[in-house]
Nanobody, 123 residues
Framework: QVRLVESGGGSVQTGGSLRLSCAAS????????MGWFRQAPGKEREGVAS????????YYADSVKGRFTISQDNDKSTVYLQMNSLRPEDTASYYC????????????????WGQGTQVTVSS
């Protein structure tokens, strides 16, 4: 059974930083994508960043390029999202997802999802 567990959300002020973690277990494929999505109240879920495992190729939404960094620890099957220079518009529930074969956000991800973690950025 695939399980994704997110952690690291919280509340920060504008310009602050947070690091989200997503620990994956039970995924049997040797190569797949893991991504971070977010959903703000009244808005659709959007892709933020993704990474190809184990190769490490990454994708970013334009709105977070240069501020967010996705990385992975293959030994721990964990993916991280380092979020710097946070803005109030980054406030949302952030979800970790695992899917294959492509890591881009042009398609709908239909794999596995975590339970979400809240990020709140105050001005």
């Amino acid at each position: 059974q695939v399980r994704l567990v997110e952690s690291g959300g919280g509340s920060v002020q504008t310009g602050g930083s947070l690091r989200l973690s997503c620990a994956a277990s039970g995924y049997t494929y040797s190569s797949y994508c893991m991504g971070w999505f977010r959903q703000a109240p009244g808005k659709e879920r959007e892709g933020v960043a993704s990474i190809y495992r184990p190769g490490g190729g990454t994708y970013y939404a334009d709105s977070v390029k240069g501020r967010f960094t996705i990385s992975q620890d293959n030994d721990k099957s964990t993916v991280y999202l380092q979020m710097n220079s946070l803005r109030p518009e980054d406030t949302a529930s952030y979800y970790c997802a695992a899917d294959r074969p492509a890591c881009n956000f042009a398609r709908k991800w239909s794999g596995y999802w975590g339970q979400g973690t809240q990020v709140t950025v105050s001005s």
